[in-house]
């Protein structure tokens, strides 16, 4: 399983947890249980401390799996549907793995019916779908923020501007003027939904994040030792370049086109910082991502599919990847000239 996976199921496991403890303080400190089934406040939070994980790698799955082939693919109606189906699914999974847990833990003789409408169950489900819905609208808000940066945020990492080194990666869809007159504005922005979609390659097997969309360009960063490490910044283009022509066929069917980026990458210094009063957002400032993307704007002219600075290649190495030296170029708001280097696969 990714990283970005175990993020995601780590990240369902302990909110079902922190909500499964909560109903167990809250039931069992100064209340009175209705029905058949007694709690006293220890086997309330024994229950919750179980059940917790286990609800969470549940919803952790199901989140996973819906990412991966529904949300992209289901109209609204369609996906309200699914959600109220997998609603009522994953509380009768609830109710039979919470009568197993209880029957192992305090025996009992009542039936699994009659576990299941016991006297104020029915608040207990309603906190149960209130919870999954909570967490489902925050785990949107974390794509919206990006992998991470949510829990930085409410920990205020990033209220005061500090520098950080990173690598970034300009994205560039080439032709992209024409194909926007031929296609249209519709078809063509489900064209760049498409191709975006499927840049999440480079998220899952190559630990990019996606730090901004804007029209046809794409940016991607790492931290400097995650985009070094098996390099990360450079398989990232090719991995999403093999997946577009592995995608040939239904690209040729649905905008008669195959979709072809061209990419500029640097490294250095970055200030990353919160902004924004009533749209918050993660924003990085600083010449490297002004020369990453001057860089990627030399890709037509040199004729070359990715280009990086001098410095990242120092950085990065020679393994599995020739480097072919462009020259000095004058990029737009630059006083020095950067030295590029191409690459290509060995």
Known sequence: MSKRNL????????????????????????????????????????????????????????????????????????????????????????????????????????????????????????YILATDFFMTILRQVTLMLGEG????????????????????????????????????????????????????????????????????????????KEGLRKQNCIWAYYNFSELLKKKRGYYQKKYDCLPFFKAGLHLGIVTVTEVGKYKKEIAYHGDTINTAARIQGQCNFLKSEILLSEDLKNSLGTVNFSFSKKGQVSLKGKKMAITIFSVTTD
């Open 149 to 224: 940066n949510l829990t930085k945020m409410v920990r205020g990492k990033f209220y005061t501007p500090r520098e950080e080194e990173r690598i970034f990666m300009f994205l560039d869809l080439q032709s992209s003027t024409t194909l926007a007159e031929r296609l249209g504005h519709v078809k063509y922005s489900m064209l760049i939904q498409d191709c975006f979609n499927d840049l999440g390659v480079a998220v899952e097997q190559n630990h990019a994040e996606i730090y901004q969309y804007v029209g046809d360009e794409a940016v991607l960063t790492w931290s400097l």
């Open 7 to 126: 993020r995601i199921l780590r990240f369902y496991i302990i909110g079902w947890t922190f909500s499964m403890v909560f109903l167990a303080i809250i039931r069992g400190v100064g209340t009175e249980e209705l029905g058949e089934l007694q709690f006293d406040f220890g086997s309330s939070m024994l229950i919750s401390i179980t059940l917790g994980p286990i609800f969470g790698i549940i919803s952790g799955l199901a989140a996973i799996w819906a990412e991966k082939n529904l949300y992209r693919k289901l109209t609204i109606g369609k996906l309200l549907i699914m959600r109220s189906l997998y609603a009522i699914g994953f509380i009768l999974l609830m109710i039979f793995t919470a009568y197993w847990v209880y029957k192992i833990y305090f025996g009992t003789d009542i039936s699994i019916i009659t576990f299941a409408i016991d006297e104020g169950s029915g608040a207990i489900y309603f």
